[in-house]
């Protein structure tokens, strides 16, 4: 279920009590559980999160943010890839029939082009290079 939260462009601004309360908000930890420690248009980050109050919360969340590079993220604001992936997450994901990972936290500020996206972790699967592509196997695999 994705949570109204506020908007942290940059994965270094991101606290640990942010994403305590959006955990716990979006139903994905225990209500008693709390976090301890730190953890090519785009960035993609992985937090490794530590727990307590709740054995079965994932030890990894995935966010994703604009890009640092203004240059970048301004074409990721004016080709609409920046709001097409936000809205997809706010309005259409609960309702799409394929898996795709379980959003948290879908922010999007028009002006600036910031946005944060707080997904799921979902091992083994790993980003993909579009530059480069993929075998013909992998292919088939979507």
């Not at 270094?12 to 309360?21: H, M, N, Q, R, Y």
């Not at 008693?32 to 937090?47: K, P």
């Not at 943010?65 to 609960?94: H, I, K, N, P, W």
């Amino acid at each position: 279920m994705v949570v109204p939260a506020p908007l942290l462009d940059r994965p270094e601004l991101v606290p640990t009590d942010w994403l305590t309360d959006v955990a716990r908000r979006s139903g994905l930890v225990a209500p008693g559980a709390r976090s301890i420690g730190t953890g090519q248009v785009g960035q993609n980050v992985r937090f490794t999160i530590s727990w307590s109050g709740d054995e079965d919360a994932p030890p990894t969340l995935v966010g994703k943010f604009a890009a640092a590079d203004e240059t970048s993220r301004m074409a990721g604001l004016l080709t609409g890839t920046y709001v097409g992936e936000v809205r997809f997450y706010q309005e259409l994901a609960e309702r799409c029939a394929m898996r795709v990972p379980t959003c948290h936290v879908a922010e999007l500020d028009l002006a600036s082009g910031a946005f944060v996206l707080l997904f799921e972790d979902i091992p083994p699967a790993r980003q993909g290079d579009q530059i480069a592509g993929c075998p013909v196997d992998e292919a088939a695999l979507a």
